[in-house]
């Protein structure tokens, strides 16, 4: 399985984020979609996750009401799913790499360790 995650870069305060996450490959065995970011030197934070079919999200309950996960079913096919994260409001707090990752029969969970298939992840820096 292959994920690939796009968007981030620099964004100002108080704005919104949207990145992209695609999984293509054998994702026959996958249940769900998690978001985490991860700053230097500390443990990747969970943000969200999503069922493969894109009908149930969760979220860390800090993130909850800035934080959106949903499926992108016009560019989603059978070798190819695509999701999204949206997070409004951003704080320099916020700047950290995010990252996506296919979770298998342990989903719905907020433990890295559940996850198996991983993107290079995204940088986003929220800085006036």
């Known amino acids: 399985v292959q994920v690939i995650e796009t968007g981030g870069g620099l964004l100002q305060p108080g704005g919104s984020l949207r990145l992209s996450c695609a999984a293509s490959?054998?994702?026959?065995?996958?249940?769900?979609l998690g978001w985490f970011r991860q700053v230097p030197g500390q443990a990747r934070e969970f943000i969200g996750g999503?069922?493969?079919?894109?009908?149930?999200?969760?979220?860390?309950?800090?993130l909850k009401g800035r934080s959106t996960i949903f499926k992108d079913n016009a560019r989603s096919s059978l070798v190819l799913h695509v999701i999204h994260l949206q997070m409004d409001n951003l704080k320099p707090e916020d700047t950290a790499v995010y990252s996506c990752?296919?979770?298998?029969?342990?989903?719905?969970?907020?433990?890295?360790?559940?996850?198996?298939?991983w993107g290079q992840g995204t940088q986003v820096t929220v800085s006036s």
């Open positions: 490959g054998r994702t026959f065995s996958t249940y769900g």
């Open positions: 990752a296919t979770a298998g029969q342990n989903y719905p969970s907020r433990d890295a360790d559940d996850y198996e298939n």
């Open positions: 999503i069922s493969w079919d894109g009908a149930n999200a969760f979220y860390a309950e800090t």
